[in-house]
């Protein structure tokens, strides 16, 4: 297998502007993570997904975040209106599925690194 | 809530040396311990795990055993390379409850010198 796809690997944009991240998981994982990692606050869990379906969105910071996983196979973190602080490295990770020391590892992309100038 | 606390880096060796990275954990019930490697502009990678009290996980010469009477969960290698340069997570998942969320520690950042 592939492993977890991201795309973009790097995003530059200017402050306002609309970001979309995107993210294929592993065939056949059933939950799907978004994380943000910082040097200031490591690594942050976003969003996480079981069946397509968002299970715990707490983590996002703003209403200026939405994630969506329009199928199995699919998966976008949107930040509208961008801002200087949201520069970050994105991660999206996989897991077969939540419960269960065999299915419940995750396994990350490569990252997408997010500047806003 | 859950925590996880390692030892903050950088920690420099010179190869061949060995290694232990501490992490000790807060946490309700029986979570499952992960040891995670990050690769400079590379993404997370599962290094080894543990899912039981004294079960000991073991990946390409490294090493952790987890301790419930002590909460921790080190990692060791008895002889580090220039390869194993890299950043460090010791992260949990308790999933005893309704939370399956991936607590993270603040990472190590290892380099090792040839």
């Known amino acids: 297998d592939a492993g977890v796809i991201q795309s973009p690997r790097h995003e530059v944009t200017e402050m306002g502007q609309e970001v979309t991240l995107r993210c294929k998981p592993i065939?056949?994982?059933?939950?799907l993570f978004w994380y943000r990692q910082t040097m200031m606050r490591g690594l942050e869990l976003l969003i996480y997904?079981?069946?397509?379906?968002?299970?715990?969105d707490s983590g996002m910071p703003e209403d200026r975040f939405s994630a969506k996983m329009p199928n199995a196979s699919f998966s976008t973190l949107k930040i509208q209106p961008s801002e200087p602080r949201d520069s970050a490295v994105y991660f999206c990770?996989?897991?077969?599925?939540?419960?269960?020391?065999?299915?419940?590892?995750?396994?990350f992309g490569a990252g997408t690194r997010l500047s806003v100038l | 809530g859950d925590s996880v606390t390692q030892m903050e880096g950088p920690v420099t060796l010179s190869e061949e040396a060995f290694l232990t990275i501490n992490c000790t954990y807060t946490?309700?019930?029986?979570?499952?311990l992960f040891w995670y490697v990050q690769y400079p502009g590379e993404g997370l990678q599962l290094l080894l795990k543990?899912?039981?009290?004294?079960d000991k996980g073991s990946n390409k010469g490294f090493e952790a055993t987890y301790r419930k009477e002590t909460t921790s969960f080190h990692l060791e290698k008895g002889s580090v390379q220039v390869s194993d340069s890299a950043v460090y997570f010791c992260?949990?998942?308790?999933?005893?409850?309704?939370?399956?969320?991936?607590?993270f520690g603040k990472g190590t950042l290892l380099t090792v010198n040839p």
């Open positions: 990770a996989s897991s077969l599925g939540l419960a269960g020391p065999q299915v419940n590892i995750q396994y």
């Open positions: 065939s056949g994982h059933n939950s």
């Open positions: 997904f079981n069946n397509n379906v968002p299970i715990d």
């Open positions: 946490a309700t019930g029986y979570p499952s």
């Open positions: 543990a899912t039981k009290a004294d």
């Open positions: 992260a949990l998942i308790n999933s005893g409850g309704s939370n399956y969320k991936l607590t």
